[in-house]
């Protein structure tokens, strides 16, 4: 068993835990952030990307849009290549009440949201392929964020900055002395070492999984699941955010993310047991294809890419049952005065938007603790890659010689850390993955810098196998990659290729018809006719995570 | 901002059959292949317009890609539409040359023993190298003096003799450069009782489509078809071509890529041996001689992608004394003005080279290709002469006449 000092455990890393550890970084505090699966593996990277401008929220709740549109300003600040600054459309179908919009300009002006009345024809002009039978429009600052990249630029900053980072790996104790936490035990789930780490503060910044962390550390901390499903369009088929100005409901939102749009979101409570094997049900696939439809009606033919879903981590501050007392809200529990246990605060609820903030919160609080006097500077400081704007006449004659493809591409996921990616030689922008422009050279930067552990990993920082054919052209490559920078050798990465596969069924399945299904049955004659993949499953080693999560769900 | 009319690159599974059996992506690398170049950077290309890559140049529209693609995929207009949307055309007097073919050609019929003097020369090919970046290597067509259409007004009154007739869409090879083959399909038609009548036409566009003239090429579009829509619309008259790409343009090109209604005259028009097969078919086969030769049969690309191969090999195989040895259906290279590019040459010649020596191993009488430029760069590369089916069919006619 190794063991480690610090001063900060973080448990968690999602947005709000890699924010927790920059703003750490920031302030000269060393911290550590234990991650059971992979950066942005949980809710962070299962919503729509929007960047809220907060008119969502304008009409039902102004605290949490004037939250939003403020860090939307510090967003576009300070994380430039993880966003999009697309704008965003409000529109009223024929069926919606046609009153609605003037409440939400009404409420948008309280907030302090840019609220514009634009003519039908203007909408159209500035996205044509919105469904021309809309009433009225409304333009609000809303943009696009990646969650991905957002999760991966904190954390690379934070140990740039030195803090430390512990993926796959599980938080299996705390550490107490009465009733204080002095740290925690967690085993990587990949090479079953185990370790100890101590630490003045422990946080809980594990969303919706808090109630099981908690209940670790032997607190109370009531979460209220509420499962979200959203689809994929396999192109672009709107350039700017299109919501339908009615009150907030199923299948109302269509995001351009990158290459993709998605159409979202559902909104169905789910029991606490079931949050690790939430799934898309057929119902809500309808739903969203069909009212997505009604705002975009180009959505009726072009093919849909995958369904998935994330659990929203809505928590009950008080330990009633009856769920009167949740908030939507960001919570901030300092367990030393709920629960009498020092050194161990909770930070939960808010939303992928106002990250940054309950990070601020979180480690102002952190600080308090520490008797450390210093202010936060994330909304200041931009993340890696988001530094000074290089002229994009520039940046092409830089790396004249490459595809402007792979150099918009590659400029797109990294920023300005583009040019530590791309080298003129010709081996490093071959192209791995053909649909998203992944070259080499952008996954041996991945691998080197951005904490891959394995294929997975690799798509959440890359868009490997993100595109059209979900794999079947890079899984092979990324795999034979990951084997010749040594993470793995040839039946781990075969393995991997399994986990990757896997996952990206669980996506798939959901919509399997039409070029879907035809894409996925030559995936399956490449991998399973030709490479026979599947008969390596039966009495081989290897890491097996999808299977292990399960058992270790179990043990809690 | 996008306007999702074509939007056939959803259905691509990724296969990659399509660059399997592309010609350029087989001799270079300096082309990513049809499905990097299609579907796949299409969605980049919705997302940011910017994203064109300068490789889209080497596409030399040979359309092989759509004959492979399994899930009918629009690869080469998808290419050829983004080369048009989203890339700037530079000025390029080079371009502007070798794409006005009828500007080109009606200048040259009037001193055409001067210019095919001139395009001859060394010297003139050196400087045409180094100024326009035309290949020195490359042999310019012979223009011939006056045009068919002078020819052909001259013998109108024979033409009104016959009861059914059919418009003949000459194109600019035959109108500038090769009368004789407008002569031998007229002979051909009359000998099928079939008279010929002319409208007023203008380039059909390919080499302004593969130049990315497209406003040039969508009005040489609207122009050809209102005229040649106006000349069959009181009648069930047939358009036909001895050119396989001109027919390809009328055809399928301006629906396609030039997105224009081309429905009065897509139905009418078709290729010139699909017609004479038809008329072979129902028995009215004019009496031929003998022609013992033997020949290799070269497939022009824009045939093969309208499926009209069939046809011409249909009436060559009914010419009497005719041994003929089909080449494997592959690209020449030439693919009309491409070849006539500095910077494609080298491509040009490689990707024919396996044609050229399948040639030679035959050692042929002569070479049949329905395309005049498959026909310039066969003749370019081998011995042999080469000509057009119908030319073929016209002399085994004269044979019986004689």
């Known amino acids: 068993m190794q063991r480690y000092e610090t001063d900060v455990i973080i448990i968690g890393g999602g947005a709000t835990g890699t924010g927790i550890a920059r703003d750490c970084a920031l302030r000269g505090i060393k911290a550590v952030l234990v991650e059971k699966d992979d950066l942005a593996s949980g809710t962070t990277g299962r919503n729509h990307g929007l960047l809220h401008s907060g008119a969502r929220y304008a009409v039902k709740d102004i605290q949490s849009a004037s939250e939003c549109i403020d860090e939307n300003k510090i967003l576009k600040k300070i994380a430039r290549h993880c966003i999009e600054d697309t704008g965003g459309l409000f529109v009223t179908l024929p069926e919606d009440d046609q009153e609605y919009h003037f409440e939400l300009i009404r409420r948008c002006e309280e907030a302090g949201i840019k609220c514009k009345k634009i003519s039908v024809k203007e909408a159209l002009r500035i996205e044509p392929n919105l469904n021309p039978e809309i009433i009225h429009a409304l333009t609000v600052p809303d943009g696009t964020i990646d969650p991905f990249r957002l999760a991966a630029s904190n954390i690379l900053d934070a140990v740039e900055r030195g803090g430390t980072l512990f993926t796959h790996t599980i938080v299996t104790d705390f550490i107490r002395n009465q009733d204080t936490i002095k740290g925690i035990c967690f085993r990587n789930r990949l090479t079953k070492e185990t370790f100890e780490i101590y630490g003045k503060v422990v946080v809980n910044a594990s969303g919706v999984w808090g109630q099981k962390i908690c209940e670790q550390a032997g607190i109370e901390l009531k979460m209220f699941p509420s499962k979200g499903s959203m689809v994929i369009i396999d192109y672009r088929i709107n350039n700017v955010v299109v919501n339908r100005c009615r009150k907030p409901s199923d299948g109302d939102i269509i995001v351009p993310g990158d290459t993709v749009s998605l159409i979202g979101t559902t909104s169905k409570k789910i029991s606490y047991e079931k949050i690790d094997e939430a799934v898309v049900d057929d119902d809500e696939v309808e739903i969203l294809l069909k009212d997505g439809e009604k705002l975009i009606p180009n959505v009726s033919k072009t093919r849909v890419l995958r369904a998935y879903c994330g659990v929203r981590p809505l928590v009950a501050i008080s330990n009633e049952m009856d769920g009167r007392d949740i908030s939507r809200g960001i919570v901030l529990v300092d367990h030393e005065q709920r629960d009498g246990a020092k050194g161990f605060i909770s930070i939960a609820g808010g939303k992928l938007m106002t990250y940054r903030l309950m990070a601020e919160m979180a480690t102002d609080l952190i600080c308090e603790k520490l008797n450390i006097n210093k202010f936060c500077t994330t909304h200041d400081i931009p993340l890696p890659g988001s530094e000074k704007k290089t002229s994009e006449h520039k940046r092409i004659k830089h790396f004249s010689g490459i595809p402007k493809s792979i150099v918009g591409s590659t400029q797109f996921r990294h920023g300005e850390r583009v040019h530590r990616i791309l080298k003129k030689d010709k081996k490093s922008y071959g192209l791995i993955c053909e649909c998203e422009m992944v070259t080499a050279g952008e996954v041996d930067y991945a691998i080197k810098n951005l904490f891959v552990k394995d294929i997975i990993d690799l798509r959440r920082r890359t868009r490997v196998g993100m595109g059209p054919c979900q794999g079947a052209l890079c899984a092979y490559r990324a795999a034979g990659q990951i084997v010749q920078h040594e993470v793995a050798d040839g039946e781990d990465a075969s393995k991997m290729m399994i986990d990757f596969f896997e996952e990206r069924w669980k996506g798939i399945k959901p919509i399997l018809w039409g070029d879907a299904l035809r894409e996925m049955e030559f995936t399956y004659w490449i991998y399973q006719g030709l490479f026979g993949l599947g008969n390596l499953i039966s009495g081989t080693k290897g890491s097996g995570k999808g299977v292990e999560t399960l058992e270790e769900i179990d043990q809690f | ?402």
């Open chain 2, 1 to 402: 901002m996008i306007n999702l009319e074509n939007i056939s690159f959803d259905h691509c599974i990724k296969c990659t059959i399509c660059t399997g059996y592309c010609p350029v992506a087989k001799v270079t690398h300096l082309y990513p292949g049809p499905k990097q170049s299609g579907p796949d950077l299409e969605r980049l290309r919705i997302k940011n317009q910017r994203l064109v890559d300068a490789s889209l140049k080497y596409c030399n529209n040979c359309k092989r890609c759509e004959i492979a693609c399994p899930s009918d995929v629009k690869i080469a207009d998808i290419i050829g539409s983004a080369k048009w949307k989203y890339s700037k055309k530079k000025l390029s007097l080079r371009d502007f040359l070798l794409s006005r073919t009828d500007l080109m050609g009606r200048v040259s019929t009037f001193f055409s023993p001067i210019v095919n003097f001139f395009t001859r020369l060394s010297v003139v090919k050196f400087f045409l190298d180094v100024f326009l970046n035309i290949p020195s290597k490359r042999k310019f067509p012979k223009y011939a003096y006056k045009t068919f259409r002078q020819w052909f007004s001259k013998n109108r009154d024979s033409q009104e003799n016959f009861e059914r007739k059919i418009v003949y869409f000459h194109g600019c090879y035959v109108n500038y450069n090769d009368h004789d083959l407008g002569k031998a399909a007229v002979a051909v038609l009359n000998a099928l009782k079939i008279g010929v009548v002319i409208a007023r036409e203008k380039c059909c566009g390919v080499p302004l489509i593969a130049n990315s003239y497209f406003k040039k090429a969508c009005k040489n579009a609207n122009h050809n078809i209102k005229t040649l829509g106006k000349a069959v619309e009181s009648s069930d008259m047939k358009i036909i071509s001895s050119s396989s790409s001109c027919t390809f343009a009328l055809k399928y090109e301006y629906a396609n890529l030039l997105e224009l209604d081309n429905s009065p005259i897509a139905d009418r028009t078709e290729y010139i041996t699909e017609i004479i097969y038809q008329e072979f078919e129902k028995g009215n086969i004019p009496k031929m001689k003998p022609v013992n030769i033997k020949a290799a049969y070269h497939a022009p690309c824009h045939l093969e992608r309208m499926g009209s191969v069939i046809y011409t090999i249909g009436i060559l195989k009914k010419i009497p004394g005719l041994e003929l040895k089909l080449l494997h259906s592959e690209c020449c290279g030439m693919s009309g003005t491409y070849g006539f590019k500095k910077e494609c040459y080298q491509i040009s010649q490689d990707i024919g080279s396996d044609i050229f020596k399948k040639i030679d191993k035959i050692k042929p009488d002569l070479v049949i290709t329905d395309c005049e430029t498959c026909k310039w760069q066969i003749e370019e590369n081998t011995v042999y002469e080469t000509i057009h089916p119908v030319t073929l069919l016209s002399r085994a006619l004269e044979a019986n006449n004689s």
